[in-house]
């Protein structure tokens, strides 16, 4: 959310146009849920890791 915002005040510093500056900020959004989405099926033992049960823990004596 944060890099969307830093990335529409500079294209305003810039003097880019209210309408391609929103076509900037689109693909730009596309372009990272793309990345994330395939960086993540790039990864599959990350979940199996995430959703496992924790180890009882030992009572001592």
Known sequence: MLAVV?????LKLLEVS???TAWILCGA???ATA???AL???RPG???QATAAPAPA???G
């Open 40 to 42: 993540r099926r790039s």
């Open 46 to 48: 990350r979940e199996e």
């Open 58 to 60: 030992s009572r001592p």
């Open 18 to 20: 209210n309408q391609v």
């Open 6 to 10: 830093l990335l529409a005040s500079a």
């Open 35 to 37: 990345c994330w989405y």
């Open 29 to 31: 959004t596309a372009t």
